[in-house]
């Protein structure tokens, strides 16, 4: 039942391609973010940060931004940088690296899915975020960072995407992050036709990431249900088994007012604790390696604190539940100024580093959830803890353009 169409996207000349598309911009530090803008100027961070370097920007969230920020895109298209298909089409995407490769289908998703729930989310969103990328929608009118949306695996949609993908892509480029990607044009109407049957057929589709992107597209279709276009979103669906799934660790810049004999007996009464000579990550749902004061830690719910219910059994539930609500009284994660994350797929070092360059800090090292568990918890209307998942993978901003 889920309904998918093809679209016109727009997409980088072949010979810029590996120059105009980019890594989501959050994920840039400020260093390398002025570093790359600096030495390319085809780079689609041109378009998302069009007053680089300019002596009075406009706010980043406001309409004035926005504005520059389509006049920008509509200057790369003018000078041929992006150009848009002449005809609707289904894209596949093939991303290969360290932690394995990725291949799935680019594609209009359905407002109407996500409003009747056969698209499901885990995580709740914060409603001035969707207000401000709707916003942002309204005045650009594209949308260039796809939903990754995930699917129980079927057989025949395997079989379109592997015929297609002996074919050359239309795309090959490697960038410095030593990720390959690759780009296919689906553009027979037996492979259209089956796509979108076979994903009709399919009556449950998850979240992977872009909760906020999808809430926002809901918003924004509010006002414009008379554009067809605006009915969907720009998607990237893949088989849930190929999805790679990190853990999304926590540091608590300060513990105070407890020190740390005190905060050691208040998780004592949740936990066994084993201290550790040396660094050793958690190996079940029901532990967490925890590092303050220079030392590590691994601790073990105990059998009479886990509770019967899922989703207090979900690792970073119990962070919240057992740690953050009960030790330091931490009702609400989400905005929270005290807390800091790191995606799991970076070096436990980095964790280390940032613990030691705070004081009185501690670091929680968590286990990485199953997509059984996310699908879980999305089948019974639950939602996870913010920050719970870092999932590969992540596609480049500007790769395929979703215009409205």
């Given amino acids: 039942m889920a309904k998918v169409i093809p679209f016109k996207a727009v997409r980088p000349s072949r010979n810029k391609v590996h120059l105009i598309c980019s890594r989501p911009f959050y994920t840039y530090k400020k260093s390398h973010l002025k570093a790359k803008l600096e030495s390319n100027p085809y780079s689609f961070l041109h378009v998302i940060n069009p007053e680089f370097n300019q002596p009075k920007p406009t706010h980043p969230n406001s309409p004035g931004r926005f504005k520059k920020v389509k006049n920008k895109y509509e200057e790369f298209k003018k000078n041929n940088y992006l150009s848009k298909d002449d005809n ?7 991303q290969t690296t360290e932690y394995g490769v990725f291949k799935g289908i680019i594609a209009g998703g359905s407002i109407d899915d996500y409003q009747s729930n056969i698209i499901k989310k885990h995580e709740n969103t914060i409603t001035q975020r969707e207000i401000v ?4 929608l309204e005045i650009t009118n594209f949308h260039a960072e796809p939903v990754l949306l995930t699917y129980k695996p079927n057989q025949k949609i395997k079989n379109i995407i592997n015929q297609n993908i002996s074919k050359r892509p239309e795309y090959e480029f490697t960038t410095t992050d030593k990720k390959v990607h690759e780009l296919w044009i689906v553009d027979q109407a037996l492979d259209i ?8 057929a399919i009556n449950k589709v998850y979240i992977a990431d872009g909760h906020h992107r999808i809430a926002s597209s809901q918003l924004y279709n509010q006002n414009k249900k008379d554009n067809f276009l ?9 088989d849930q088994q190929e999805l790679k799934i990190f ?3 926590r540091v608590v810049k300060n513990i105070s007012p407890l020190g740390e004999e005190e905060f050691l007996i208040k998780l004592g009464l949740n936990f066994k604790i084993t201290p550790l000579k040396v660094h050793q990550a958690p190996s079940s749902k029901l532990e967490l390696s925890i590092y303050l004061n220079n030392s590590w830690y691994l601790i073990k719910v105990k059998s009479e604190k886990i509770k019967n219910d899922f989703k207090s059994q979900l690792n970073s539930q119990m962070v919240s539940d057992l740690i953050f609500n009960e030790i330091f009284n ?16 970076q070096p436990i070092d980095l964790l280390i580093r940032k613990v030691n360059n705070y004081k009185n800090s501690l670091g929680i090292e968590l286990f990485p959830h199953e997509i059984g568990e996310i699908t879980s918890i999305a089948d019974m209307g639950e939602t996870m803890p913010p920050k719970s998942t870092w999932i590969e993978p992540k596609l480049r901003s500007g790769l395929t353009i979703y215009e409205y």
Avoid: P
């Fill in 230 to 238: 605006s009915n969907y979103f720009l998607s990237f669906f893949i």
């Fill in 133 to 136: 990328f709707k916003d942002y």
């Fill in 330 to 345: 931490i009702k609400n994660i989400s905005n929270n100024n005290n807390i800091e994350y790191i995606k799991g797929n």
């Fill in 88 to 94: 609707a089409h289904f894209y596949i995407y093939r």
């Fill in 193 to 200: 036709s089956g796509i979108m049957d076979e994903m009709e």
């Fill in 247 to 249: 853990e999304f660790n």
